[in-house]
Structures are given as structure tokens and as C-alpha cells.
């Protein structure tokens, strides 16, 4: 089953990191139009100058003048809006939720919660333009299966869930809204979470051990994912919420 998005505009919020850049490669590998924004212009940049139909926008996800301004220009340079990702999003540093200050608490939801509802908000519209389209949200399987030390982080994912199902029957059936449910993957999400350049060999080794596929998430296995979901061949699913997790969350 080959998944094409050709001539289809498909804008990925956070794509100069790990699992968006990989996602907008392989929207890229399926004849898309691709925006990839990021708030790291220099990142977004060099991507979207390798991809063959691709634009940069720096966007800071928090911001609704910025996101706003993201559809705005995907549709002025593509024509329109097929497929929305909201994917960026970041980890608090491992901490007991006791030991939180607001000012983390406020960043993870403005990152993590509002970032989607503006996505979603800015993006149905101009999907509808188009006459139907899709979005998919990047939640967590850490929201349905929470470890202690991201309890906050745990919080924005599940709400993201609880986002993607509700707003899948509020804009259903022109729109289409799914989740995937990563589990833990090495990007630059680890050293946001520890501090540390890579997963520390410990803290691999206890997360693998819970997962019966026997390793941690590729940004590929995301991005095969999210393709699916946006695809076609995913016509009849809307609130899915993926587990990408290797079984993770069975037990
Ligand atoms: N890697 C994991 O283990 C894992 C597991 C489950 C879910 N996730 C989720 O997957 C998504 C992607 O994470 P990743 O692993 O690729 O992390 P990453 O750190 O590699 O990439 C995140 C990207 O988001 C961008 N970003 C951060 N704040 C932003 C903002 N305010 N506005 C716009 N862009 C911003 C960063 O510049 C970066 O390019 C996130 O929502 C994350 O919570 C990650």
C-alpha cells in the first residue's frame, strides 16, 4: 500500500527537530508541499532548502499571531491546506510535581496545550476551504501510561487526546482529527528531559525493559504513523488515538 500525498500542502509545527523533520521528509518522499515551522528558523530552514516543494516559517506554536500567520502563508504559497501536524511540543526537566514551579507548569501547557488548540483553531478553516482535510496531533503514550517525574508533561499529552476526540466529532466528516501516542524516542526531546546530549544507558535500559518490542521509537515510526492517519487509506478513522509504542502500554 503506497501512500501518496502529491500536490497535497501539509503543514508540520516543530519539523526542524526529531520526530517532525523525519515526518516531513517522508511527506516530502510522497509528493507533498511541505511548511516546515519551527521557532528555530536556522533549523527550518536547511530542511525545507533540501526537501524538492518546501517552505520555511519560523512559528512560535504559543503564539496565535504567529500560528494565524503560518496557515496564512501555507495557503498563499501552496494554494490551500490538506494536512495540519501539530507536532511540537517539549518535556519538563524529570521532577516530582511537588518541586514545580508555575512558571514551568504555565510553559508546558502553553507549549504542549494551547500550541494544539491554535493549530486546530487556525487550521479547520482553511482545511475546509479546501473542502475536506486532516489533522494529526502529536500526543504521548506517557498520557494513558504516566511514569513518575513528568507528571505535568503526562497532563498536557492527555489533554491533547481528549482535544483530538472531541474536536473529531465536532468538525467530522469534512475534517478528520487522529493522535499518535509516541513512546520514549532519542531526540533532541531526551536532552530536554535530562540535560543529557543522549539517553543515559540506565535510564535506556529501564525504559526498553517496558516495552516488549524490545526498543525505543524511531522518528520513522512516527512518521509511518502519521502518514497513515493522514492518508486516503485512513478515510473511516477519526479521534484514533495511535499507540506507536511497541506495546508499551499492554500492561
Ligand atoms: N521523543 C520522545 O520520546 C517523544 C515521545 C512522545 C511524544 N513526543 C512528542 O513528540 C513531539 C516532537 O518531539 P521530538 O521528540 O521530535 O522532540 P525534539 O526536541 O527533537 O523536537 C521538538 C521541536 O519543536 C520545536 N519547538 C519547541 N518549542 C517550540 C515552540 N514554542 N514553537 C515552535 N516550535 C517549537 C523545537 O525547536 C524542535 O525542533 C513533541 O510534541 C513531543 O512531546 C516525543
Known sequence: MELSFKDKVVVITGAAGGFGSVTARAFADAGAHVVVSDINTAGAEKLAAELPSAIAVTTDVTEEDAVRDLIATAESAFGGLDVMVNNAGVPHRSSALVDLDVETVD?????N????????????????????????????????????????????????????????????????????????????????????????????????????????????DVA????????????????????????????
Open 107 to 111: 510553559q508546558q501547557l502553553a507549549v
Open 113 to 220: 496545550v494551547r500550541s494544539v488548540f491554535l493549530g486546530c483553531k487556525h487550521a479547520v478553516p482553511a482545511l475546509r476551504r479546501r473542502g475536506r482535510g486532516v489533522i494529526v496531533n502529536i500526543a504521548s503514550i506517557a498520557a494513558k501510561r504516566p511514569r513518575p517525574g513528568l507528571t505535568i508533561y503526562n497532563a498536557t499529552k492527555g489533554a491533547v487526546i481528549t482535544m483530538t476526540r472531541g474536536l473529531a466529532t465536532e468538525v467530522a466528516p469534512d475534517v478528520r482529527v487522529n493522535a499518535v501516542n509516541p513512546v520514549i524516542s532519542e531526540t533532541g526531546f531526551v536532552k530536554s528531559l535530562t540535560g543529557a546530549d543522549a539517553l543515559p544507558d540506565e535510564l535506556r535500559t529501564n525504559w526498553v525493559s517496558g516495552i516488549p518490542m524490545a526498543r525505543t521509537a524511531t522518528p520513522q
Open 224 to 251: 509511518n504513523s502519521v502518514l497513515f492517519l493522514a492518508s486516503d487509506q485512513a478515510g473511516f478513522l477519526t479521534g484514533v488515538c495511535l499507540d506507536v509504542d511497541g506495546g508499551r502500554s499492554i500492561q
